[in-house]
């Protein structure tokens, strides 16, 4: 079949919940034995057992991505389980959504911290492996907000637009040993981070949508799977939009 990931080794990083917990079920679906890394260790036990039982393999990290010395010890951990690593899945964010000029310097930290420096953090533990194998695939969840701009989310535009400065970096730096590394950028996704948002707001988002509908986590998780195949070993340095035709960049 087109798109196995048989023997693939992968961490999912924000895989309690939303986008994260769908690919981490996504991969295991195409084969892959999947690390699920959280600060959620319940959710995380839920979907392992989920996993389990759909005759896959999966191994709990409990990690925030925003702690360097968590970091490391969950990527020690995956390697010393499994032996290799084949795919890093950087999808841990968090808002902290208010006007730039009400902005708290902490509140602009914390979704720096963890939505872009966890990604750093993530791809220095992963690269040690995967310079060694000559072979890895990193997907970056951005956001479409990256690429149009959103009032009263600066923190959480500027650490998704810095990913995709990051994946381009990086693609290019490893590139030679053939290790892709992209972005893909979701538009509005059903996820349990926009469940709260209130209905007019969904209305009048669904409106600007040309498909006329919200995605689904699964619709990214089939992309990051696609990604994460040996079908798209010549991808490199790309952002991949996933939004409905939101935003046609």
Same mark, same amino acid.
């Given at each position: 079949?087109?798109?196995? +990931?048989?023997?693939? #080794?992968?961490?999912?990083?924000?895989?309690?919940?939303?986008?994260?917990? *769908?690919?981490?079920?996504?991969?295991?679906?195409?084969?892959?034995?999947?690390?699920? *890394?959280?600060?959620?260790?319940?959710?995380?036990?839920?979907?392992? #057992?989920?996993?389990?039982?759909? /005759?896959?393999?999966?191994?709990?990290?409990?990690?925030?991505?925003?702690?360097? %010395?968590?970091?490391?010890? %969950?990527?020690?951990?995956?390697?010393?389980?499994?032996?290799? +690593?084949?795919?890093?899945?950087?999808?841990?964010?968090?808002? $902290?959504?208010?006007?730039?000029? $009400?902005?708290?310097?902490?509140?602009?930290?914390?979704?720096?911290?963890?939505?872009?420096?966890?990604?750093?953090?993530?791809?220095?533990?992963?690269?040690?492996?995967? =310079?060694?194998?000559?072979?890895?695939?990193?997907?970056?969840?951005?956001?479409?907000?990256?690429?149009?701009?959103? !009032? /009263?989310? !600066?923190?959480?535009?500027?650490?998704?637009?810095?990913?995709?400065?990051?994946?381009?970096?990086?693609?290019?730096?490893?590139?030679? $040993?053939?290790?892709?590394?992209?972005?893909?950028?979701? %538009?509005?996704?059903?996820?349990?981070?926009?469940?709260?948002?209130?209905?007019? =707001?969904?209305?009048?988002?669904?409106?600007?949508?040309?498909?006329?509908?919200?995605?689904?986590? $699964?619709?990214? *998780?089939?992309?990051? *799977?696609?990604?994460?195949?040996?079908?798209?070993?010549?991808?490199?340095?790309?952002? +991949?939009?996933?939004?409905?035709?939101?935003?046609?960049?």
């Amino acid at each position: 079949m087109m798109f196995s +990931l048989k023997d693939k #080794v992968a961490i999912v990083t924000g895989a309690s919940q939303g986008i994260g917990r *769908a690919t981490a079920l996504a991969l295991v679906e195409a084969g892959a034995r999947v690390a699920v *890394a959280a600060r959620n260790t319940e959710k995380l036990a839920a979907l392992d #057992v989920e996993i389990q039982a759909a /005759g896959g393999t999966a191994l709990v990290v409990p990690m925030s991505v925003a702690d360097a %010395g968590e970091v490391k010890a %969950g990527f020690q951990q995956v390697l010393a389980k499994f032996g290799r +690593l084949d795919i890093l899945v950087n999808n841990a964010a968090i808002t $902290r959504d208010t006007l730039a000029l $009400r902005m708290k310097l902490e509140d602009w930290d914390a979704v720096l911290r963890t939505n872009l420096t966890g990604a750093y953090l993530c791809i220095q533990q992963a690269l040690g492996a995967m =310079l060694k194998q000559r072979s890895g695939r990193i997907i970056n969840i951005s956001s479409v907000v990256a690429e149009t701009g959103n !009032a /009263g989310q !600066a923190n959480y535009v500027a650490s998704k637009a810095g990913l995709i400065g990051l994946t381009r970096a990086i693609a290019v730096e490893v590139a030679s $040993r053939n290790i892709t590394v992209n972005a893909i950028a979701p %538009g509005f996704i059903e996820t349990p981070m926009t469940d709260p948002l209130p209905q007019e =707001l969904k209305d009048k988002m669904k409106s600007l949508i040309p498909l006329g509908r919200f995605g689904t986590d $699964r619709d990214i *998780a089939a992309a990051i *799977a696609f990604l994460a195949s040996d079908e798209a070993a010549y991808i490199t340095g790309q952002v +991949l939009d996933v939004n409905g035709g939101m935003h046609m960049g």
